[in-house]
């Protein structure tokens, strides 16, 4: 049996997929452990009211500082590097996790048993089930595979409700709100849409996957403190891009 969950939540089960990036804070690389602290927080608050959490970390916030030394390499190489990066940012988080209580699982797709489990996909959801955070570490632990796509092929494998994409902007843009002041942010928009007008929510890959299961996918600002609850709670925050048979109204 799981956890109770709290009849106000509208999603039970997420994959929080985060950037390496959110990490860095006001750094030019490397961790900020006030942001790291902050996050930790925000799923502790999703855990208490009852939600399984899943995440899935990138790795660039780690990769930028070597980048200068992948110059030359094959991309293979590369992005083996890449994949241990992402395992720096899921210890970080985990501590930051268990420093507020929360019992963690770290899973790694290569195999590196001195600090992770194996991701074996029952185990993971056996340990969701029974309220613990799980982190999957390593992307997909192949090369040519980005962690969006890890988080995309671990969403569906663990049945997850939805993929939470936490961004440092508040969802969907018709154009980089940082670049462009006028660009229009959607409430909801269909997954064809977001590909016909190339608006980069996820590689791909990753969303093919998606498509091909109609998994939704929300993406707002993680740094907006309340944000995830919010979210669960299904208030309107982020934009959600769906993949229903007739496309809802979008919104500005």
């Given at each position: ?27 030019e ?20 009211a ?39 940012n ?8 268990e ?8 899973q ?24 613990r ?34 961004t ?85």
């Amino acid at each position: 049996m799981g956890l109770p969950v709290t009849p106000s939540l509208k999603y039970k089960r997420i994959l929080l997929k985060l950037s390496g990036e959110a990490l860095l804070g006001a750094r030019e690389y490397g961790i900020d452990q006030n942001v790291v602290n902050r996050y930790a927080l925000e799923v502790k608050d999703a855990v208490g009211a009852g939600a399984e959490v899943a995440v899935v970390i990138g790795g660039g916030n780690i990769f930028r500082g070597v980048s200068n030394a992948t110059e030359g390499m094959t991309r293979s190489h590369a992005d083996y590097m890449g994949m241990l990066a992402t395992m720096i940012n899921a210890m970080a988080l985990q501590d930051a996790f268990e420093q507020v209580d929360l019992k963690t699982r770290l899973q790694s797709s290569i195999k590196m048993e001195a600090i992770a489990e194996p991701f074996i996909r029952r185990r993971a959801m056996r340990h969701l089930e029974k309220g613990r955070v799980v982190i999957f570490g390593a992307g997909t632990g192949n090369p040519y595979f980005t962690t969006d796509t890890a988080a995309a092929l671990r969403a569906l494998e663990i049945d997850a409700d939805i993929i939470l994409k936490g961004t440092r902007v508040n969802g969907v843009f018709s154009a980089d709100p940082e670049k462009d002041p006028s660009a229009v942010r959607f409430d909801s928009i269909h997954g064809r849409t977001v590909i016909a007008q190339d608006l980069k929510v996820m590689d791909m890959t990753a969303f093919t996957l998606c498509r091909e299961s109609s998994m939704p996918i929300l993406v707002f600002n993680m740094n907006q403190p309340g944000n995830l609850m919010r979210v669960l709670a299904g208030d309107p925050v982020g934009t959600l891009v769906h993949w229903q048979k007739e496309e809802s109204p979008v919104q500005a």
